[in-house]
């Protein structure tokens, strides 16, 4: 009785602090929620200067939020929209990239996509847009020219540019239309019966367009399948649970939502038959493999279905829920981590909330093991590490250089918009090429453009030189170091001839986007990928494949 009697009063102590707890909480929430609306009364009514209601509560707003995560986010009516091409990919617009070159200081095409308005009334690479319906546009930058482009669907407008190859003016009627991003740019069968996707959003219906170019390839005879996931930020959470559902069977547990509340809690199980449950598969990430990415390179790699080749991923394992605002507002907003079936959450940092927000990188020394359906050990708290780590071919400093837009005054730009005006067609995607010739006309107008960068080479020099200074050794090294100067002299005919592949190839790709939009260009650059190389070459050794899947099961025995 006694013993009873104590726990009762330890259960009534204990609720009687959470209410205490809740009601100190409550006071709090009104208490700063009537704080901030006396405060903006009185800036209202008193402030030197009339304000705007939207740009100063917005800007409050968003500095709440940007204390917490980088995923909620407060969309306002005239941001709505965004938040619907965010999870649709769709949006009513012309269809093409664009860009702002800096050497001209005007916003231009950059790259018309397949089968839409853009491309279809003529648009090409590099013509400068002058004005839209009458409204110049030479001294707007890409998100007023965007979101002008832009508009509701069926709507017509003049659009007005300037196509530097013939320096005529050019007058485009455009009927916008609703724009679908291709959320697989490409997909086909390779060499030796192995298949290759790109996948490069999680929006709505993807998981069918990836389902039914499995099937398609299969039927060309596939054997084996490259499912690549580098660069793919993610999105629709169902829809990876759609795609994972292409290789596993039904009723599997793919991914579990767990937050705050518990009714936005969610389970997400295969729902239908899959496509094939034995063709070996090898999912390439990177760094920027996100989000959904990681559900899904992480549930295959989980459930040993796949191997799992590349750089770790980007660490993401945090749910947001989209919540309909007064006024027609939105805002995304994180409610859940998830965890994918070997019971662990990726997520890589912790949020901190006190003193306006901070971030802390999970250490490893808090990291927990979990076991895949073989029992090979994988982490949590750091993204997906891949089962085989194969690192991409770096890009050389010089390409880095050209390929900046701004640093490089717009050569790579300008080469490749003539070398299109000059090649009505070129060959095939899969084998195009520049020549040498071309490449030598680059690169003279590289060196005909004084066209500077930093070697880095000579910058590490200089920076050890001032530590050997500082520290007191110069002096006594001076003739190496003035030796080194000589032989590490910058030379850019020399560089250019030195990184000649490389620079080509990223010429060649522009180019052939061009031609062959961005399929084109994805399988231009396939027989150079390093990463897709070793993942060929690991689908054409069955026993290693087998072999890195059931590791685990060695381990045990």
């Given at each position: 009785?006694?013993?009873?009697?104590?726990?009762?009063?330890?259960?009534?102590?204990?609720?009687?602090?959470?209410?205490?707890?809740?009601?100190?909480?409550?006071?709090?929430?009104?208490?700063?929620?009537?704080?901030?609306?006396?405060?903006?009364?009185?800036?209202?009514?008193?402030?030197?200067?009339?304000?705007?209601?939207?740009?100063?509560?917005?800007?409050?707003?968003?500095?709440?939020?940007?204390?917490?995560?980088?995923?909620?986010?407060?969309?306002?009516?005239?941001?709505?929209?965004?938040?619907?091409?965010?999870?649709?990919?769709?949006?009513?617009?012309?269809?093409?990239?664009?860009?702002?070159?800096?050497?001209?200081?005007?916003?231009?095409?950059?790259?018309?996509?397949?089968?839409?308005?853009?491309?279809?009334?003529?648009?090409?690479?590099?013509?400068?847009?002058?004005?839209?319906?009458?409204?110049?546009?030479?001294?707007?930058?890409?998100?007023?020219?965007?979101?002008?482009?832009?508009?509701?669907?069926?709507?017509?407008?003049?659009?007005?540019?300037?196509?530097?190859?013939?320096?005529?003016?050019?007058?485009?009627?455009?009927?916008?239309?609703?724009?679908?991003?291709?959320?697989?740019?490409?997909?086909?069968?390779?060499?030796?019966?192995?298949?290759?996707?790109?996948?490069?959003?999680?929006?709505?219906?993807?998981?069918?367009?990836?389902?039914?170019?499995?099937?398609?390839?299969?039927?060309?005879?596939?054997?084996?399948?490259?499912?690549?996931?580098?660069?793919?930020?993610?999105?629709?959470?169902?829809?990876?649970?759609?795609?994972?559902?292409?290789?596993?069977?039904?009723?599997?547990?793919?991914?579990?939502?767990?937050?705050?509340?518990?009714?936005?809690?969610?389970?997400?199980?295969?729902?239908?038959?899959?496509?094939?449950?034995?063709?070996?598969?090898?999912?390439?990430?990177?760094?920027?493999?996100?989000?959904?990415?990681?559900?899904?390179?992480?549930?295959?790699?989980?459930?040993?279905?796949?191997?799992?080749?590349?750089?770790?991923?980007?660490?993401?394992?945090?749910?947001?829920?989209?919540?309909?605002?007064?006024?027609?507002?939105?805002?995304?907003?994180?409610?859940?981590?998830?965890?994918?079936?070997?019971?662990?959450?990726?997520?890589?940092?912790?949020?901190?909330?006190?003193?306006?927000?901070?971030?802390?990188?999970?250490?490893?020394?808090?990291?927990?093991?979990?076991?895949?359906?073989?029992?090979?050990?994988?982490?949590?708290?750091?993204?997906?590490?891949?089962?085989?780590?194969?690192?991409?071919?770096?890009?050389?400093?010089?390409?880095?250089?050209?390929?900046?837009?701004?640093?490089?005054?717009?050569?790579?730009?300008?080469?490749?918009?003539?070398?299109?005006?000059?090649?009505?067609?070129?060959?095939?995607?899969?084998?195009?090429?520049?020549?040498?010739?071309?490449?030598?006309?680059?690169?003279?107008?590289?060196?005909?453009?004084?066209?500077?960068?930093?070697?880095?080479?000579?910058?590490?020099?200089?920076?050890?030189?001032?530590?050997?200074?500082?520290?007191?050794?110069?002096?006594?090294?001076?003739?190496?170091?003035?030796?080194?100067?000589?032989?590490?002299?910058?030379?850019?005919?020399?560089?250019?001839?030195?990184?000649?592949?490389?620079?080509?190839?990223?010429?060649?790709?522009?180019?052939?986007?061009?031609?062959?939009?961005?399929?084109?260009?994805?399988?231009?650059?396939?027989?150079?990928?390093?990463?897709?190389?070793?993942?060929?070459?690991?689908?054409?050794d069955p026993k290693r494949y087998a072999g890195i899947l059931t590791v685990g099961e060695k381990q045990k025995k």
């Open positions: 009785m006694r013993k009873t009697f104590l726990t009762l009063a330890c259960l009534l102590l204990t609720t009687m602090s959470w209410a205490q707890a809740d009601a100190d909480h409550n006071f709090k929430v009104a208490k700063n929620l009537e704080v901030f609306n006396t405060i903006y009364r009185n800036l209202d009514m008193m402030y030197v200067d009339t304000l705007d209601a939207d740009e100063v509560v917005g800007y409050g707003i968003n500095s709440m939020l940007h204390s917490l995560d980088p995923y909620t986010e407060y969309y306002p009516e005239d941001k709505s929209k965004d938040v619907k091409m965010m999870l649709t990919g769709k949006y009513a617009g012309i269809g093409s990239l664009i860009r702002y070159n800096f050497k001209l200081g005007r916003v231009c095409i950059d790259e018309p996509y397949e089968n839409m308005p853009a491309a279809e009334v003529g648009l090409k690479k590099g013509d400068i847009i002058l004005s839209i319906d009458g409204e110049d546009m030479t001294k707007r930058d890409n998100n007023y020219v965007s979101d002008h482009l832009r508009g509701d669907a069926g709507t017509t407008f003049l659009l007005k540019v300037l196509r530097p190859s013939t320096g005529k003016e050019m007058k485009f009627k455009v009927t916008r239309r609703a724009i679908q991003l291709p959320a697989v740019p490409y997909y086909g069968l390779q060499k030796d019966g192995i298949g290759y996707l790109n996948l490069n959003q999680f929006t709505e219906g993807c998981g069918k367009i990836v389902r039914n170019a499995i099937i398609d390839m299969k039927k060309q005879g596939m054997k084996a399948l490259v499912f690549d996931l580098r660069g793919n930020g993610g999105g629709s959470e169902p829809e990876a649970v759609n795609i994972v559902n292409c290789f596993v069977p039904k009723g599997k547990l793919v991914v579990s939502n767990r937050g705050k509340v518990k009714r936005m809690n969610n389970d997400y199980f295969t729902t239908v038959e899959p496509v094939d449950t034995i063709m070996p598969v090898v999912v390439l990430v990177n760094g920027s493999s996100a989000s959904a990415s990681e559900i899904t390179s992480g549930a295959l790699q989980d459930m040993d279905r796949a191997v799992v080749m590349g750089t770790k991923t980007y660490g993401k394992g945090l749910v947001q829920t989209v919540m309909d605002l007064p006024y027609n507002g939105k805002m995304k907003l994180t409610t859940n981590k998830y965890y994918i079936p070997s019971g662990r959450c990726i997520q890589k940092i912790t949020y901190k909330h006190a003193n306006g927000g901070s971030t802390e990188v999970v250490a490893d020394s808090l990291k927990r093991t979990f076991y895949t359906a073989h029992g090979r050990k994988v982490m949590d708290g750091g993204g997906i590490i891949p089962d085989i780590e194969v690192k991409a071919d770096s890009m050389s400093n010089l390409a880095y250089y050209l390929a900046a837009v701004k640093d490089s005054d717009e050569l790579v730009s300008s080469y490749e918009i003539d070398y299109i005006a000059k090649h009505p067609t070129i060959g095939s995607a899969a084998t195009f090429d520049l020549s040498d010739a071309d490449y030598n006309e680059f690169k003279q107008r590289v060196l005909n453009s004084r066209f500077k960068y930093d070697a880095m080479s000579e910058k590490t020099l200089d920076n050890l030189e001032k530590v050997a200074k500082f520290e007191g050794y110069y002096d006594d090294a001076k003739p190496e170091f003035e030796a080194l100067k000589k032989k590490l002299k910058h030379n850019l005919a020399k560089d250019l001839d030195f990184n000649k592949e490389g620079i080509k190839q990223l010429l060649a790709s522009d180019i052939v986007s061009a031609y062959y939009y961005q399929r084109g260009a994805i399988l231009n650059t396939l027989r150079y990928d390093k990463q897709v190389q070793a993942a060929y070459a690991l689908l054409k």
